[in-house]
């Protein structure tokens, strides 16, 4: 639902902010519907190589001193044609607004906190034709989803599975990190 929101165009440029389990699905399903290029920004190491793996052409720290200037160079200076934040937070949507294409569009998927406030120049979208997209709902996409499994490569994902008397190391994984989910089974699995 949220990429048929974003009406993503076969070669765009696509820069998906966050590469967690949502971005990673968010970035495959760009490169399946056709991304010319595609930049993920995110923080942490193993997630940037999870990115590469679903199909990023590009996996960029934003905490790197030079990663705006990546960012630029990455589409020649145009922005990006479609920004997804995977996030949900106040500065990765100003990050995105600042760096969409003249006409592009920046998806909002990532759930940001009810009270957040992002600053944004209204003159900015007018200037610049900026559409902005909220997706919440996925009326009508089950199906389709379904279909798309087999290509989505989940395969590459970093799952650890715990029994629920191992329930502390489970948390112990997902705090460090260092697995793309972590599943808790009541039995023995």
């Known amino acids: 639902h949220g990429m048929d929101k974003l009406g993503m165009r076969s070669g765009s440029t696509v820069l998906v902010l966050g590469a967690g389990m949502i971005g990673l699905m968010l970035t495959r399903l ?61 500065r990765t ?30 003159y900015e979208i007018f200037s610049r034709e900026l559409t902005v997209v909220g997706a919440l709902i996925n009326p009508f996409t089950h199906e389709r989803a379904v279909h798309l499994l087999p290509q989505m490569g989940l395969e590459k994902l970093r799952i650890a599975a715990f029994p629920l008397a191992e329930f502390k190391q489970a948390f112990e994984v997902q705090a460090a990190g260092t697995a793309t989910k972590v599943e808790i089974f009541p039995q023995q699995h």
Do not use: C, H, Y
């Not at 906190?113 to 120049?121: D, E, I």
């Open 93 to 122: 949507f100003e990050q995105g607004v600042s760096l969409a294409a003249r006409g592009g569009t920046i998806l909002v998927f990532g759930v940001a906190p009810m009270n957040a406030t992002a600053s944004v120049r209204p």
């Open 30 to 90: 760009a490169r399946l519907a056709g991304a010319g290029l595609i930049v993920a920004s995110e923080p942490d190491g193993l997630r940037r190589q999870d990115a590469l793996a679903f199909g990023a052409d590009l996996a960029l720290d934003p905490q790197a001193p030079n990663w705006k200037t990546a960012m630029e160079d990455a589409t020649g200076g145009l922005g990006f044609d479609a920004v997804i934040d995977a996030v949900g937070s106040s």
